[in-house]
């Protein structure tokens, strides 16, 4: 009974330590828990204007694996989007699975970084899978760690890279609608390459899950105090601007 009453009270005082730094300790639901799916209500969102809807997606990769929004910009005609992938070797392959679409979309082969020119980029160059090109980053720790296969297969390239309110201007494109990120782990840098002067998009998804928990905060905090709500949904998260 002590020791019981000893780990309730390391339990108490642990959860109190975490809340001075923001932070609380909840049970996770199981997986057959249901959980709404906040990219299609956002989009359901975007959809009420009656307007056309500008997408950029950071790490499209080629379209199909690991991606919730080639069906949006399929089946919605008055969506265009911006597709960014480093990996020239899944060009061919994203601009196949968007060919029903293809006057609306425009393939990006680059990196994104603060300042224009180039960084290293590394992906897992398997021989026969080539899903497993979806762990691929500019941070080579965090692929090395994502798949047994890393180490073997992991290989680095040179690639072109700019900032994503370069990339809206290059395009032409003054009023972003929904910004996509999934670049495993180098989201939040993904998103301080964003003029928010000159570019603040409707909403914002990107990967926090893979996110270090310094890097989740400020995330948060910042996008927040730009007018922004935040909304969790699993590894993903939202940021929706109140004013739209």
């Known amino acids: 009974m002590n020791l019981r009453r000893s780990l309730a009270a390391s339990k108490r005082a642990f959860k109190s330590r975490l809340r001075r730094f923001g932070f609380d300790v909840v049970k996770v639901p199981g997986s057959d828990y249901p959980r709404i799916d906040l990219m299609n209500l956002f989009a359901d969102r975007l959809n009420q204007s009656g307007g056309s809807v500008q997408v950029l997606q950071v790490g499209a990769n080629d379209g199909v694996e690991s991606d919730s929004l080639r069906e949006l910009v399929l089946k919605n005609p008055h969506w265009s989007a911006i597709l960014v992938e480093p990996q020239k070797r899944l060009l061919d392959s994203l601009a196949a699975n968007y060919a029903e679409a293809k006057e609306r979309i425009t393939l990006e082969n680059v990196a994104v970084a603060p300042g224009p020119g180039e960084i290293s980029f590394y992906f897992i160059d398997h021989p026969t899978d080539l899903s497993l090109s979806v762990y691929s980053s500019t941070n080579r720790n965090h692929v090395s760690k994502s798949n047994p296969y ?8 040179r690639v072109p890279c700019m900032g994503i309110s370069d990339i809206l201007e290059r395009n032409h494109v003054k009023a972003l609608d929904f910004l996509v990120v999934d670049t495993e782990g180098y989201d939040w ?4 390459t964003v003029d928010f002067n000159r570019h603040r998009p409707t909403i914002i998804q990107f990967e926090s899950g893979h996110l270090s928990l310094r890097d989740r905060r400020e995330a948060f905090e910042t996008l927040s105090g730009l007018g922004y709500s935040m909304h969790w949904n699993g590894a993903d998260s939202y940021a929706l601007l109140e004013e739209a």
């Open 150 to 157: 890393a180490d073997r297969y992991i290989k680095e390239v």
């Open 189 to 192: 840098e993904v998103l301080k």
